[in-house]
């Protein structure tokens, strides 16, 4: 018997995939991470990514440029603001997508005087040579 896929409503969230095993038991999907200097990276459940991603995407495109700490602020302000609950540690799940982020080039980090600094990545013009 193959593995069954199924949509499953959560609360704030939305749909998430799911599958089931043999026994009929649902195991959310998981994502592999990669870090931008080739490090070995985690895995975490695609909906906690996805929440992630889209809250970080969205405090970035507010400031142009932002510290960890005022990306963990503005994220936790997101999830109060939008009642979304979040099994785990903010941060740690914060830091495991924003470096996967960096990896795809979605975002990029920057110094700035003597703090680092993260925003969207800017789009390079194709050289015409």
């Excluded at 995939?17 to 931008?36: F, S």
């Excluded at 960890?68 to 302000?77: G, K, Q, S, V, Y």
């Excluded at 603001?81 to 975002?107: C, H, P, R």
């Amino acid at each position: 018997m193959g593995t069954k896929h199924c949509l499953q409503m959560t609360l704030a969230i939305g749909f998430h995939l799911v599958k089931k095993n043999a026994n009929g038991v649902m195991k959310n999907e998981k994502i592999q991470l990669r870090h931008p200097a080739g490090k070995k990276a985690v895995r975490m459940d695609i909906e906690k990514y996805d929440v992630l991603k889209k809250a970080i995407i969205n405090c970035l495109k507010k400031k142009d440029a932002s510290t960890h700490t005022e990306l963990l602020h503005c994220i936790n302000e997101n999830f109060l603001q939008n009642a979304i609950m979040f099994d785990g540690s903010v941060e740690w799940y914060m830091e495991s997508v924003k470096l996967d982020l960096e990896t795809n080039k979605t975002i990029e980090r920057i110094k700035h005087k003597s703090s680092l600094k993260f925003r969207i990545a800017k789009i390079l013009p194709e050289s015409t040579d």
